[in-house]
């Protein structure tokens, strides 16, 4: 049965993104280049990683980095992370410099060393302080907000009700789920059934305010069963999009025609690789581009034959002729 309203525009605040299948943030991995990838496969809105507003509020130079989109980023949100509002009050006038399309309030990181600052999901025991973070930037701007929780802190504490209300009574235009606990991290099932829950919710009181959901989309199919079963206006690949940036262009081929094409081939993949590897070396230089591509890399050649001997190369290689070498090698393998 084809469903083609699953892939749709999506209406954040005053801004119009054309299509619901978006890249999450990830630190470490969603850098300006693969961004890029994932925009040339169809991805219909980007992320940065997440920035530390008062890295911004201190001006430091690596947080003005994280802020930087590419050229085919027409849209881009920046996602910061803090522990309150007032941290993000010194940081606005710095991040609105950057032209953001969308400003996202990281409520999920359970990384301990933004825990312990009281930012990222340990402000999901707080949803007060959300509303005032989301109220601040709100009042601070005309760039529209969105927050993206988790279902709470553990199974005891489940709460996203209250803190995607929270944000939403500020004003937040847009909410999306990772449908697991703090405590979860990234392990165990995410449940779907709680962004179906979260998704009646919000159009009860916010029939306009799009609900995204995250958590276990590893395939262009694990998305059409999302947006199915949970009726969420759109989805957001994380790990799925590592070393896959194809994933993007199969869900909308799959959502648009119902037919599967997720099979890529190595010379595909090494096509991906190499462009991944020029873009990020021309931002970074060559030598940090070729040792932060190694986990990419791993990812792309995840189940092809012959990774392993690859991967253990590619470990060596610190510049763009060790990975052609490597590329050569896969090639004629795979003939
Ligand atoms: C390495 C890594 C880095 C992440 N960084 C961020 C981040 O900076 N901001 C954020 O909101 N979520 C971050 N996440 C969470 C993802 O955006 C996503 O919600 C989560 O991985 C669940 O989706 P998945 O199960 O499909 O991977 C990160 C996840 C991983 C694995």
Redesign the pocket.
């Known amino acids: 049965m084809r469903s083609p309203s699953l892939y749709h525009p999506v209406t954040i605040g005053s801004v119009t993104v054309e299509g619901n299948i978006f890249l999450?943030?990830?630190?470490?991995?969603?850098d300006r280049a693969f961004r890029t990838m994932c925009k040339w496969y169809g991805a219909s809105f980007t992320?940065s990683?997440?920035v530390s507003a008062e890295g911004i509020a201190r001006g430091g130079k690596n947080s003005d980095e994280l802020m930087v989109r590419s050229e085919n980023e027409e849209q881009f949100s920046i996602?910061l992370?803090m522990s309150d509002a007032e941290v993000v009050a010194r940081a606005l006038p710095r991040v609105l410099l950057f032209n953001p399309t969308v400003i996202?309030v990281?409520c999920?990181?359970p990384v301990p060393k933004v825990v312990k600052t009281g930012a990222g999901s340990s402000l999901l025991v707080e949803p007060k302080k959300i509303f005032n973070i989301v109220k601040t930037i709100v009042d601070g701007c005309d760039v529209p907000v969105s927050v993206?929780i988790r279902l709470g802190w553990d199974m005891q504490s489940i709460n996203y009700e209250e803190t995607a209300g929270a944000a939403l009574s500020a004003g937040a235009s847009m909410i999306?789920m990772?449908a697991?606990t703090k405590s979860m991290g990234?392990a165990g099932k995410?449940d779907w059934q709680a962004l179906a829950d979260l998704k009646r919710f919000v159009s009860s009181s916010y029939p306009s305010v799009p609900v995204f959901g995250?958590?276990?989309?590893?395939s262009a199919e694990a998305a059409k069963e999302m947006l199915e079963t949970t009726r969420i206006d759109g989805v957001?690949?994380?790990?799925?999009a590592i070393g896959n940036p194809f994933i993007f262009q199969d869900t909308i081929t799959l959502l648009e025609t119902n037919t599967t094409s997720s099979f890529h081939d190595i010379e595909e993949r090494i096509a991906a690789m190499r462009t991944q590897l020029e873009l990020h070396s021309a931002i970074v230089g060559e030598r940090l581009a070729c040792r932060q591509m190694r986990k990419h890399a791993a990812a792309y050649l995840k189940g092809m034959s012959h990774s392993t001997k690859a991967k253990q190369e590619l470990v060596q290689a610190s510049s763009i002729a060790d990975y052609e070498e490597v590329f050569k090698w896969l090639s004629e393998e795979h003939r």
Do not use: I, V, W
């Open positions: 999450a943030p990830l630190a470490g991995y969603t992320y990683e997440m996602q992370f996202d990281n999920g990181c993206k999306t990772h697991r990234y995410a995250s958590g276990d989309l590893f957001m690949f994380a790990r799925g």
